[in-house]
């Protein structure tokens, strides 16, 4: 892999919540870090994805992308907290809580939030043509079959509707399957939760999951690169 020139930007303000204040720590382990074969480039970088955070409302890195991400598709300038404050008339899909966003997502009032086990994300008991909008926060890679998991985001979309989301990207490699690996779950070391499992680690061929599940556009919001990637797919 090529080496990357990972140069933090300054981030001025909480795209979130407009917040000013942050906090940084490192939350990777070692034995995941051996699990994904990461290099010191590669920790670094998702160290900063998951471990910086706005101390205000708690988001971290990776929950700012989707926010922009969000801000972006609509247009926007200002924070998530605004906007959502002022978009009543949009119908959104939250699939688990994608970080600390709920609490502002759920100002909408056509937000819905489900979470795993009591909804399957390959297999949604939701009509279809629902909603405008589905977001989900670093959850398709514990999800065994990824593929039919964005088909369903996808079928419970109106026409012109999109599906905003994060996973972890390895930018220096394709997308490799756990399946036949030692398991390995994120979270917190030494808790291995089911619903922590990973059985997808994604590379930068994240974008053909995308089209592959019908989609008809997959554009990458880089709010950090590449710390802070957030994917916008267009049914």
Aim: proline share 3%; net charge negative.
């Amino acid at each position: 892999m090529r080496s990357l020139d990972i140069k933090s930007m300054s981030i001025p303000n909480c795209v979130v919540c407009g917040a000013t204040e942050f906090a940084s720590k490192e939350v990777l382990w070692q034995k995941l870090i051996d699990a994904w074969q990461l290099s010191k480039e590669e920790v670094h970088y998702i160290n900063r994805q998951q471990g910086f955070c706005c101390q205000k409302c708690g988001n971290n890195l990776r929950a700012m992308a989707l926010a922009m991400a969000i801000l972006r598709l609509y247009g926007q300038t200002g924070t998530l907290s605004e906007f959502c404050s002022s978009s009543s008339d949009l119908s959104v899909l939250e699939i688990n809580a994608a970080g600390n966003l709920t609490q502002f997502l759920r100002k909408l009032a056509g937000h819905r939030l489900i979470e795993y086990p009591q909804y399957d994300l390959t297999n949604l008991e939701i009509e279809s043509d629902a909603f405008d909008l589905v977001v989900h926060s670093d959850s398709l890679e514990h999800v065994p079959y990824p593929d039919r998991a964005l088909s369903e985001c996808r079928r419970v979309l109106r026409m012109g509707g999109h599906c905003i989301f994060t996973v972890p990207i390895i930018v220096g490699r394709m997308t490799r399957s756990r399946q036949g690996l030692s398991l390995s779950y994120h979270g917190q070391a030494d808790i291995n939760a089911q619903d922590q499992l990973v059985h997808t680690e994604f590379g930068v061929d994240i974008w053909t999951y995308v089209l592959e599940a019908g989609f008809i556009s997959c554009d990458i919001v880089a709010l950090e690169y590449p710390s802070a990637l957030a994917i916008i797919a267009r049914k």
